[in-house]
């Protein structure tokens, strides 16, 4: 009894009581959820155009933040460590797609897999080799101090870093819809043979999407860094991405954004409110939960194609 | 030119290439583009025309048909004819080659403008036929490189020798057209008779003219208006609404980029006056059902709720009547919300003159865009009268009347109920068909329209059926068949309907259920149901059907002029009327004589006292093959209403 | 009428295999400038594997391929399709989520003067030269009359439609040779009578040269001006139509295959 009024009454009265502070949680949610939707949307990206599951879309993240942050460290400027940073990472596609996409294609989806966990775990090391496994701190001067608006207390730096992804998504969702190379883009991600068909070379396309990606992820890891200091954690921020995906499914932009945002929203207020209910750290598994609740009645997620198969 | 308004078509093109230079006359879809042309621009472009005409031998009086979508350079050809002093005759597109040298012979036409291939070809394989055929023009030079003979002309190079035959003489387009006088022919429609070979319609610059602006003026309409011309060139109708009222008026006729995005050209363009028969109205009313069927359930809930109150509100809110506030802001609301939108997927936007003709129109589907705020409305006309002789004005629209007789138009019935006009826009006659011509027009002037109707207690006009087909009751009174089977079929349960009357002592249906509506209907009611027959012979099913024939009765009783025609008795068919059995034409026409024959027995039993018919019939399966279908079917018997002695008042009431 | 000209492409001695089973054994073809060849046969004769071969899908254990004078040892599909060899698929492969309009847009996508990256970073001149792309695109629309089901996903549309899009696609690379693969397989009387006159058309206004294979035999003695049968990864005859029809090894083969009395005039090939 006493359990089930922790679980069903109180955090209703309690949010009832101050709604104020519900909307501080929904704000900070919305602003964490941003983070999720910039990860998932590297996934997103990569899956539609070359169909591989890329497992090391959290790793690329802590990569290009160490790049970043290492090069900062060295005494680079901002910017420059910035441009440099997205270079690398517009490298470590041209590699990857040499080494791996290329001779493995044509194989199994779960081949393409298991080569992304081999590149997980090579990045990894090798980003701890060249620039260290401690803890860097980043500051990159965006403001943290609080404010008030509107009576709601809200951190300046989420308001920023929130201002920063709607930007990178408007930019990306101009470019696939836009431009020749976004058709292009979107052309291969339909149906790889047809994309030969008319001279759409799938190389230079694995490339740029990789890219793109990489570039993603850059962004995602500076905002995430500048917040909690880069570190081998930021990888796990992939593991989030998992269930953002589940809910908005794995072919759709639109749903890698709003799924990322309903589960930053949905783990902040079940942390806040229901976290005392079940002792606490519930953080780290309600979105699995909701995603599974969700699988359960949307299999092909909020966004994702309908399933049909045509005869 | 005289300083008296211009009485036909070239000079008014003249006239509004001086007044409105730059205004746009004519559009059409192209390569996914709209391109406009100006007054300017076509006065041009049909300068150039009549010049490589006239180039070619073609002299005053001579007969130019015209066969093709609509197409500005097809219009163009119209007036680039009537400059010359010729007769266009436009020839429905979809005519087999046959009927088109029917034609072209019975016309004497030496011209002829096509518009592509399909439409040469077709005149190519009837040349034969045809010896005054000396021309042929076509308008798209796709596919026609390999024609190679003489009498082939594209229209760019007939106009590119028009441009050099103006050179030579500059004034001679301006000449042409001031020889017109508006006594002249201005064209020759064929109507597609239902019986025997088409007539050839002879009407005048005057005819038309007139017509078109008293219904302009009646209207309220500008030269701002735009129109889609998407039905055929060759029907008075198309060629009132796109051709003579754009030349009246001054407005823009747009074409459609081909017959298949009529809707999403119509969208694009959002005519401000607008006509489409009934069928069009109901094609499109079914797809923004289906629509709203696979749309989320909120957006759902919204659209019907809000239909709701249009259906509630929406009518006298269009006719200016007073409504209560709270409702105003609903409607208000709905607007936003649901009929702005629609309204605009629709093409209807900015509609400010709707009109449907040519058939009877359902009153759920009349008022349905009518509550939207459409002002659609019912005309009465034909190819004989140049089109309008009544229309209803706002604020007095009604879904079973056509309105009052226009400025100059006189309507009188005669004693056999048949429809008499006459009018400016009456036509002079059938071209070489004086038999047809005296039939229908009377030395004094009256003309026969065909149609039975009578004047309602509002002193509007209401058309109950083909004359020939209207009898009479044992008693005397009229029986308007199609009337009655049209009441009827305008229930979404009902299908078809064949009633019976003519010299009998009473009216008698036979009726043809929807299987899919009355289906529906079953499942939602847990009938269980095997077959068509098993659904059509329900107790249920006979009651559903009851209830309709007695708001039909009621209906009929609020009539004086068929008070008497109420439905006694009726019978659900056993099997659906089939075109494959003969019974119905293959554009869904019943074939009354045929079916009455057919079931005889079932007749015998409706007008005999027993409460059930027997029928044995041969049938034909969808594989070809044939079987018979024995069956015992229950009659209802209906109560029928009171004929109401004072039908205004009755509406008053109401 | 149109001048048959010289050979445009010259396949010589190709053999193709997968794992044991060979596809093409030897096989050597012509297909001349302006010309229509039909490659027919059997099922399973080496038709599609053929085109595969020609647009670079599948290369070649033995044999070269000449195009246009330049001999290799096998074709890459980019190299193809920016050298002006266009194609369709039997099963049509087309971009379901896009509209048609995108759809026959990716076949401008290599005849786009600036580069993809110069594209993904600049709008301004690129736009321009996207109108003019367009503006040729439209023409096709209008050419294969589709301009209704212009804004409609592809994927929405009947099999008949999608195959004209498909066709719409190739035409806008502006191929000198066209490569279709069964292009009216599975269409209705009336959408096969309107794709055979897309087909003449094309070849006619635009001077295309195309290798197609059809089952249809009344459809290839209609239009194509060559005939070569495929039967078992071997070519069994090639000629005018007429010829190969009353060839007595194509009929044989025809025979061995289906044990049909009646020659070949009527759907063989099927199955």
């Excluded at chain 3, 009428?1 to 492409?9: H, N, T, V, W």
């Excluded at chain 3, 594997?49 to 070269?64: C, D, E, K, R, W």
Aim: proline letters at 5%; charged letters at 20%.
């Amino acid at each position: 009894m006493d359990l089930l009024a922790a679980v069903f009454l109180a955090p209703i009265a309690n949010m009832a009581s101050n709604p104020e502070f519900v909307l501080e949680v929904v704000i900070g949610g919305l602003l964490a959820g941003v983070m999720y939707s910039l990860v998932a949307l590297g996934f997103v990206l990569i899956y539609k155009a070359s169909g591989v599951f890329n497992f090391a879309q959290g790793t690329m993240v802590l990569f290009a933040a160490l790049t970043f942050v290492g090069l900062i460290e060295r005494g680079v400027p901002i910017w420059g460590a910035f441009v440099i940073a997205a270079a690398v990472m517009v490298l470590l596609a041209v590699v990857v797609e040499r080494l791996m996409l290329r001779p493995l294609v044509n194989q199994e989806q779960i081949i393409l897999f298991m080569g992304t966990i081999g590149l997980a775990f090579f990045l990894d090391g090798f980003g701890q080799l060249v620039w260290g496994a401690d803890v860097h701190p980043l500051d990159i001067g965006i403001p943290k101090a609080p404010l008030i608006i509107g009576g709601v207390l809200v951190n300046e730096f989420d308001l920023v870093a929130a201002a920063v992804a709607a930007s990178l998504v408007a930019a990306l969702a101009l470019f696939f819809q836009r431009t020749p190379i976004g058709r292009a883009l979107r052309a291969v991600a339909d149906d790889h043979q047809a994309a030969q068909s008319v001279g759409i070379p799938l190389r230079s396309i694995w490339v740029i999407v990789w890219s793109v990606a990489g570039v993603v992820g850059l962004v995602a890891g500076i905002m995430w860094g500048s917040n909690l200091g880069v570190q081998f954690s930021i990888s796990l921020v992939a593991l989030k991405a998992l269930p953002v995906l589940m809910l908005g499914g794995f072919t759709s932009v639109p749903g890698a954004i709003v799924g990322g945002l309903i589960v930053g929203v949905g783990e902040k207020l079940a942390e806040v409110f229901w976290g005392s209910a079940f002792g606490g750290a519930i953080e780290d598994w309600f979105a699995y939960a909701l995603a599974l609740v969700f699988l359960l009645f949307r299999p092909q997620g909020l966004f994702g194609e309908r399933i049909i198969e045509r005869v | 030119m005289t300083a008296s308004a211009p009485d036909t078509f070239p000079k008014l093109l003249l006239e509004h290439a001086r007044l409105r230079p730059d205004r746009p006359a004519n559009r059409e879809k192209d390569y996914g583009i709209w391109q406009s042309w100006t007054w300017a621009e076509v006065a041009a472009e049909v300068e150039a025309l009549a010049g490589g005409l006239s180039a070619m031998g073609f002299r005053r009086g001579d007969k130019l048909a015209i066969i093709g979508d609509n197409r500005p350079r097809l219009y163009w050809a119209i007036a680039a004819t009537q400059a010359l002093g010729g007769v266009p005759v436009p020839i429905y597109q979809d005519s087999i080659a046959d009927e088109m040298a029917f034609v072209l012979d019975h016309a004497e036409v030496r011209f002829a403008v096509a518009e592509d291939q399909e439409q040469a070809d077709k005149l190519l394989a009837i040349k034969e036929r045809c010896p005054l055929l000396e021309t042929v023009i076509f308008s798209d030079p796709r596919g026609m490189r390999h024609y190679d003979q003489l009498f082939l002309h594209g229209y760019a190079s007939v106009q590119e020798r028009g441009r050099e035959f103006a050179h030579d003489d500059r004034g001679f387009f301006a000449r042409e057209i001031a020889k017109g006088r508006g006594s002249d022919i201005a064209i020759i429609l064929y109507t597609s008779g239902t019986t025997g070979r088409p007539k050839g319609v002879v009407l005048t610059f005057d005819n038309i003219i007139s017509t078109g602006q008293n219904a302009l003026v009646f209207e309220g309409l500008t030269n701002r208006e735009e129109v889609l011309a998407y039905l055929p060139m060759a029907w008075i109708g198309e060629h009132i609404f796109s051709y003579a009222q754009a030349y009246c008026a001054g407005f823009c006729a747009s074409c459609p980029e081909s017959g298949a995005t009529v809707m999403s050209d119509l969208r694009e363009l959002g005519p401000s006056y607008f006509f489409a028969p009934p069928r069009i109205f109901e094609n499109i009313l079914t797809q923004v059902m289906i629509r709203m069927e696979d749309a989320g359930w909120v957006k759902r809930k919204l659209f019907h709720y809000f239909l709701g109150v249009a259906k509630r509100v929406g009518l006298p809110i269009l006719d200016r009547q007073r409504v209560p506030f709270a409702d105003r802001v609903l409607y208000w609301l709905g607007n936003g919300l649901v009929y702005g939108p629609l309204k605009n997927t629709l093409g209807l936007s900015r509609v400010r003159v709707a009109y449907t003709a040519g058939e009877a129109i359902g009153p759920d589907l009349f008022t349905f865009y009518r509550s939207l705020g459409i002002n659609l409305k019912q005309l009465y006309g034909m190819t004989e009268s140049s089109v309008f002789l009544c229309i209803q004005k706002d604020g007095e629209v009604k879904p079973d009347t056509v309105g009052r007789p226009i400025k100059d138009v006189e309507i009188r019935v005669a004693q056999d109920g048949e429809v008499l006009f006459k009018s400016p826009g009456a036509f002079q006659g059938y071209y070489r068909n004086s038999e047809a011509t005296a039939e229908t027009k009377q030395s004094d002037g009256w003309v026969h329209t065909g149609d039975s109707g009578f004047f309602d207690g509002d002193g509007q006009l209401k058309i109950i059926d083909r004359a020939k087909d209207v009898g009479r009751l044992e008693r005397g009174s009229l029986f308007a068949p199609k009337y009655i089977e049209n009441k009827l079929k305008f229930f979404a349960w009902i299908k078809e309907a064949i009633v019976f009357g003519d010299g009998r002592p009473f009216v008698a249906a036979f009726l043809n259920i929807d299987l899919e509506a009355v289906g529906d209907w079953a499942e939602r009611r847990n009938l269980a149901y095997a077959s068509y027959q098993e659904l059509a012979a329900q107790t249920a099913v006979y009651d559903l059907l009851q209830g309709c024939v007695e708001r039909v009765n009621r209906d009929l009783a609020a009539e004086p002029a068929v008070a008497t025609s109420q439905i006694r008795r009726f019978l659900i068919l056993h099997k659906e009327l089939d075109a494959d059995d003969g019974e119905l034409t293959r554009t869904r026409k019943v074939r009354r004589r045929i079916i009455a024959a057919r079931y005889q027995p079932l007749v015998d039993a409706l007008y005999s006292d027993q409460p059930a018919g027997r029928i044995e019939t041969e049938i034909t399966f969808e594989d070809g093959r044939k079987g018979r279908l024995r069956a015992e079917l229950g009659i209802r018997d209906v109560p029928t209403s009171l004929p109401m002695v004072e039908p205004v008042a009755f509406k008053k009431a109401s | 009428m149109k001048r048959i000209g010289e050979p445009i492409l010259t396949v010589d001695a190709i053999s193709l295999a997968f794992g044991g089973i060979t596809a093409l054994s030897g096989i050597s073809l012509e297909i001349r400038r302006h010309e229509i060849l039909a490659m027919i046969g059997p099922n399973g004769a080496g038709k599609t594997s053929m085109l595969n071969v020609i647009n670079g899908f599948y290369y070649p254990q033995a044999g070269t391929i000449t195009w246009k004078g330049e001999t290799r040892r096998h074709m890459r599909p980019y190299q193809a399709a920016a050298q002006g060899i266009a194609r369709t698929f039997q099963n049509v492969a087309l971009f379901k989520g896009m509209t048609t309009l995108d759809n026959i847009m990716t076949g401008r996508l290599l005849l786009m003067r600036r580069n993809f990256l110069w594209q993904a970073i600049h709008f301004g001149p690129a736009r321009q030269e996207e109108l003019a792309h367009r503006t040729n695109v439209e023409r096709i629309i209008d050419f294969l009359e589709i301009q209704a089901i212009r804004k409609i996903p592809v994927g929405r549309l009947p099999y008949g439609l999608q195959k004209r899009v498909e066709l719409g696609r190739a035409l806008a690379m502006e191929p000198e040779l066209l490569l279709l693969d069964e292009p009216m397989a599975g269409m209705n009387v009336e959408e096969k009578e309107d794709m055979c006159r897309f087909i003449l058309d094309i070849n006619e206004e635009f001077g295309t040269t195309i290798a197609l294979i059809e089952h249809d035999m009344g459809v290839v003695m209609d239009i194509s001006d060559r005939v070569a049968v495929l039967d078992y990864g071997r070519k069994i005859a090639d000629g005018p139509p007429a010829e190969v029809r009353i060839s007595p090894e194509v009929i044989a083969a025809y025979l061995g295959q289906q044990a049909d009395p009646h020659p070949p005039g009527d759907g063989m090939g099927g199955g």
